[in-house]
T-cell receptor, first 114, second 110 residues
Framework: DAGVTQSPTHLIKTRGQQVTLRCSPK?????VSWYQQALGQGPQFIFQ???????QRGNFPDRFSGHQFPNYSSELNVNALLLGDSALYLC???FGVGSVDTQYFGPGTRLTVL | GQQLNQSPQSMFIQEGEDVSMNCTSS?????WLWYKQDPGEGPVLLIA?????ELTSNGRLTAQFGTTRKDSFLNISASIPSDVGIYFC??????????FGKGTRLSVIA
């Protein structure tokens, strides 16, 4: 049984570019949450998707957007990249929107913005 | 964004020693969680706490939900080299997203 998978593992972009990160949830899970983890910090909640809709959102600008597909996989899009967007982006999946205590995290995508 | 106050930031201990770390919040939480993150990996849940005063163990790990509901503690007994990593606390009211601490980096000297 595969856990949460994310792609790509690493990527490098330049300021102003756009990036798309992908996440496949653990089998049986229908809810996906995205987190940003800057170096030396704890994860910060970006948003959560359930039934293909954004259900909750953290304190992130509109440059951060997402999508959930019918197979429950999800994408995180970041437009107009800034140097400060460099971070590890974590995807977490669970069954149901209220199950944050049973989230499984993926290994993350390391984004570097130059 | 909001982060919990987690201490110590880092600690170096000898193998076999016990470890204590704590986490405090300005807000009340209904659930406290403790995670461990290894390099190149996402956080892995160690212990979940749901009730003020609750004391829960998972092997050599013991965590407590503070009675004020604004703090939590994690203890590791008889540390071993594989305990190395970053430990994060996280809290939620149940309907709100998880809020994480900045982590405690644990190094174990054999």
């Amino acid at each position: 049984d595969a856990g949460v998978t994310q792609s790509p593992t690493h990527l490098i972009k330049t300021r102003g570019q756009q990036v798309t990160l992908r996440c496949s949830p653990k089998s049986g899970h229908d809810t996906v949450s995205w987190y940003q983890q800057a170096l030396g910090q704890g994860p910060q909640f970006i948003f959560q998707y359930y039934e293909e809709e954004e259900r909750q959102r953290g304190n992130f600008p509109d440059r951060f957007s997402g999508h959930q597909f019918p197979n429950y996989s999800s994408e995180l899009n970041v437009n107009a990249l800034l140097l400060g967007d460099s971070a590890l982006y974590l995807c977490a999946s669970s069954f149901g929107v209220g199950s944050v205590d049973t989230q499984y995290f993926g290994p993350g995508t390391r984004l570097t913005v130059l | 964004g909001q982060q919990l106050n987690q201490s110590p930031q880092s600690m170096f201990i000898q193998e076999g020693e016990d470890v204590s770390m704590n986490c405090t919040s300005s807000s009340i939480f209904n659930t406290w969680l403790w995670y461990k993150q290894d390099p190149g990996e996402g956080p892995v849940l160690l212990i979940a706490l749901y009730k003020a005063g609750e004391l829960t163990s998972n092997g050599r790990l013991t965590a407590q939900f503070g009675t004020t509901r604004k703090d939590s503690f994690l203890n590791i007994s008889a540390s071993i080299p594989s305990d190395v990593g970053i430990y994060f606390c996280a809290g939620t009211t149940g309907n709100t997203p998880l809020v994480f601490g900045k982590g405690t980096r644990l190094s174990v000297i054999a």
